[in-house]
């Protein structure tokens, strides 16, 4: 688990600088650009990790898990300090590009929490992936919020510090290396193989079928080998049932809409309250987010177990789903509280305890923390859901690699196609005097709409995807899947 708070911490890290980063920039001319450059960074990430995650997962299958999350961790470790000495958009751009390529140790965290887990532990196992993400994510908004230009921030720590000087985003790009450090340390001496496969044997006597095992107990403990892997009976194409592609592709649904959420939120954060943003600085930005994690912690240990064990993981994908269209349509008018506050709202404590104690002041940061814990809790109940759901519809462990691999390609594609259409449609929406929607609601608007379109493609599909389907021979598959089609007509 310590090797998957890497990619989270380096994802986030840049969140509650990016808009200052990016507005000092040169290629910028118009301060309502920023918005949109700010995606293209936010979106070279995800082009990269999305057109190479199917890669990183059919070459965990091959090589095993072990290599991939490790290489994984060295390019986060490398790269996110190439990114803290960025001095012009080109050099960040093709930094946070880099990042992208070397993701692919989520592919293979997935595949082995799948190989080392049985019905009993599975879904609290899948639970601590988006659990140590968010915390991830928390730790990355806070050390991004808090350890931005220290010369400035800290003068008397690093007043005198002249790498801080003329790198002011460099502090918070070392220590999210650190922690990748940590995982490549532990991932070396601690990660176990467990891509070790049972070779193709056909029994001397008995003539085989679709039930019969192709090896013994005792013959797969002696010819075990970690480089003689057995293939996966299926080809590409049979695992691509309906069901499947109908989750992938509400999956993908989802991607887009919240990308536009974490897009947007700390750009919306940190715009001046008339352009419809909420007029926050970074530090505030990163207790926000730091919040978040703090909810996440919270809802994967205690709550999500419980909901998925009473309702199964479909169900709570169908309700956070459900839970994100709420987030994503009432969210905008907090701006509406921010502008009535005034300055106060820029105090979090206080120089002027009048502001601060005032009514609008506590309905804005109330409304706030309503806001995003409703938007953690969906975000909790609809990826640990798709994961675990991803997982049991792959019909072997040989399939996990392409499938998980699949699922996160859809998904850092969505990603990308909602990071950059975000940011576009924020920026001209807050350039122009359109009502509702086409004001600065939305992109909200749009994905919350989005999200409902995706609840309502999750309703076909049937309860038996809440089952783990790996050693399922072809007929039980097809049969699932003819329920499927049975129940959309």
């Given at each position: 688990m310590a090797v998957r708070l890497a990619e989270p911490i380096g994802m986030t890290?840049?969140?509650?600088?990016?808009?200052?980063?990016?507005?000092?920039?040169?290629?910028?001319?118009?301060?309502?650009?920023?918005?949109?450059?700010?995606?293209?960074?936010?979106?070279?990430?995800?082009?990269?990790?999305?057109?190479?995650?199917?890669?990183?997962?059919?070459?965990?299958?091959?090589?095993?898990?072990?290599?991939v999350i490790l290489i994984g961790l060295l390019g986060n470790l490398l790269t996110f300090v190439l990114f803290g000495v960025s001095k012009s958009f080109t050099w960040a751009l093709v930094a946070r590009s880099l990042n992208g390529l070397f993701t692919g140790n989520t592919i293979a965290i997935k595949s082995v929490i799948a190989e080392i887990s049985d019905d009993t532990n599975r879904p609290r196992m899948m639970a601590m992936l988006p659990l140590m993400w968010n915390l991830g994510t928390m730790l990355g908004g806070a050390v991004g919020g808090l350890f931005v230009d220290p010369v400035k921030k800290y003068p008397w720590l690093f007043?005198?510090?002249?790498?801080?000087?003329?790198?002011?985003?460099?502090?918070?790009?070392?220590?999210?290396?650190?922690?990748?450090?940590?995982g490549l340390v532990v991932g070396y001496f601690q990660l176990e193989e467990t891509l070790v496969v049972k070779p193709s044997t056909v029994p001397i006597s008995g003539a085989a079928s679709e039930t019969t095992l192709l090896v013994s107990e005792a013959q797969s403990e002696e010819g075990r080998c970690a480089v003689n892997i057995r293939p996966s009976p299926y080809s590409k194409w049979d695992i691509l049932t309906?069901?499947?592609?109908?989750?992938?592709?509400?999956?993908?649904?989802?991607?887009?809409?919240?990308?536009?959420?974490?897009?947007?939120?700390?750009?919306?954060?940190?715009?001046?309250?008339?352009?419809?943003?909420l007029g926050m600085d970074p530090q505030r930005i990163g207790y926000t987010l730091t919040l978040c994690g703090v909810f996440v912690v919270f809802l994967q240990l205690t709550q999500y177990p419980k909901l998925e064990r009473k309702y199964g993981a479909l169900a709570c994908y169908r309700r956070g789903i459900w839970l994100l269209v709420a987030f994503s349509t009432t969210l905008p008018f907090l701006s509406i509280?921010?502008?009535?506050?005034?300055?106060?709202?820029?105090?979090?404590?206080?120089?002027?305890?009048?502001?601060?104690?005032?009514?609008?002041?506590?309905?804005?940061?109330?409304?706030?923390?309503?806001?995003l814990y409703i938007r953690m809790?969906?975000?909790?109940?609809?990826?640990?859901?798709?994961?675990?759901?991803?997982?049991?519809?792959?019909?072997?462990?040989?399939d996990f690699g392409f499938v998980n691999g699949l699922q996160q390609q859809i998904a850092m594609s969505a990603y990308m196609v909602g990071t950059l259409i975000s940011g576009y449609l924020w920026s001209w929406s807050i350039k122009h005097s359109f009502p509702y929607p086409f004001n600065s609601h939305f992109v909200w608007v749009l994905g919350g709409v989005s999200l409902a379109a995706s609840w309502y493609m999750t309703l076909p599909i049937p309860d038996s995807v809440n089952i783990f389907a790996s050693g399922f021979n072809k007929h039980s598959r097809t049969t699932s899947d003819n329920e499927s089609t049975n129940t959309s007509s």
């Open positions: 890290l840049i969140l509650p600088f990016m808009y200052q980063m990016v507005g000092g920039f040169d290629i910028v001319r118009n301060p309502k650009d920023i918005s949109f450059y700010a995606s293209l960074l936010l979106t070279s990430f995800t082009v990269c990790k999305a057109a190479t995650s199917v890669h990183w997962g059919i070459l965990s299958d091959r090589i095993g898990r072990r290599p007043g005198n510090s002249a790498l801080f000087h003329e790198y002011p985003y460099l502090l918070p790009c070392l220590v999210a290396s650190t922690a990748s450090f940590f309906p069901t499947v592609i109908r989750i992938l592709v509400t999956n993908a649904i989802v991607c887009v809409a919240v990308a536009m959420h974490n897009q947007l939120y700390p750009i919306v954060a940190a715009t001046d309250v008339v352009d419809g943003g509280l921010a502008a009535r506050a005034g300055n106060s709202v820029e105090h979090l404590t206080g120089f002027n305890i009048t502001k601060v104690l005032s009514p609008e002041f506590c309905l804005f940061w109330g409304f706030l923390i309503i806001q809790l969906g975000d909790t109940l609809a990826f640990t859901s798709v994961n675990l759901l991803a997982v049991n519809i792959a019909p072997t462990k040989a």
